[in-house]
């Protein structure tokens, strides 16, 4: 059953601590995305990979980090730097004609 | 790089076609566009995809006209399952770099 995923589905970080959203994909898929999605809003890239070892910022790349050891995983690292981290995050995939598969996503709640 | 402008809001009745169009002025010429459709705390899904004049597949249709700086997505009578948001993406490729541009969506409502 070929898809992406992601987990936690909700976390919970208190400020000042570093936490890590894992994305998986079995898609056999070069290019993977992560975007940060406010209420009410519309996707913003945070980074993206186009290749194993190498990855790209985005439009909103300050206060995360991310690594791409593997060709199916792209871990989001959202650091205590990111000011306003409260939001829903989304991770995608895409194959050779991008189109990108989103998975569920991770809602991350700042207390 | 293409800006991409759509309605906020749209409300249709079940049964009716809706039309949802996005502008991209300064589109280029490699860049192509794709819709996706969003459900409340999902990631949101692919809809359709095109690079100019009509495509069409089991679910929409996508309209672009020659100058390509809009496009249209059609819906053929929508369902109360239709309600959700909808995106217009234009995105560039070049080489392992991607410029992609989203719209800030339009939220769909179907009516009864």
């Known amino acids: 059953d070929g898809g992406i995923t992601q987990s936690p589905k909700y976390l919970f970080r208190k400020e000042g601590q570093n936490v890590t959203l894992s994305c998986e994909q079995n898609?056999?898929?070069?290019?993977m995305y992560w975007y940060r999605q406010d209420p009410g809003q519309g996707l913003r890239l945070i980074y993206y990979?186009?290749?194993?070892?190498?990855?790209q910022k985005g439009d909103i790349a300050e206060g995360y980090s991310v690594s791409r050891e593997k060709k199916e995983s792209f871990p989001l690292t959202v650091t205590s730097a990111q000011k306003n981290p409260t939001a829903f995050y989304l991770c995608?995939?895409?194959?050779?004609?991008?189109?990108?598969?989103f998975g569920p996503g991770t809602r991350l709640t700042v207390l | 790089l293409a800006k991409t402008t759509q309605p906020i809001s749209m409300d249709s009745y079940e049964g009716q076609e809706v039309n949802i169009t996005c502008s991209h002025n300064?589109?280029?010429?490699?860049?192509?566009i794709t819709w996706y459709q969003q459900f409340p705390s999902q990631g949101p899904r692919f809809i359709i995809q095109?690079?100019?004049?009509?495509v069409t597949n089991e679910v929409a249709s996508l309209f672009i006209p020659a100058d390509r700086k809009s496009s249209t997505l059609s819906l053929p009578r929508v369902s109360l399952s239709d309600t959700a948001v909808y995106y217009c993406?234009?995105?560039?490729?070049?080489?392992?770099?991607?410029?992609?541009?989203w719209g800030l969506g339009t939220s769909l409502a179907v009516n009864p």
């Open positions: 095109g690079y100019k004049t009509k």
């Open positions: 300064n589109i280029a010429t490699n860049d192509y």
């Open positions: 990979s186009q290749i194993v070892n190498d990855f």
């Open positions: 898609l056999n898929h070069d290019a």
């Open positions: 995608a995939s895409s194959g050779p004609v991008d189109t990108q598969y």
């Open positions: 993406l234009v995105a560039r490729v070049q080489g392992n770099n991607r410029k992609l541009i």
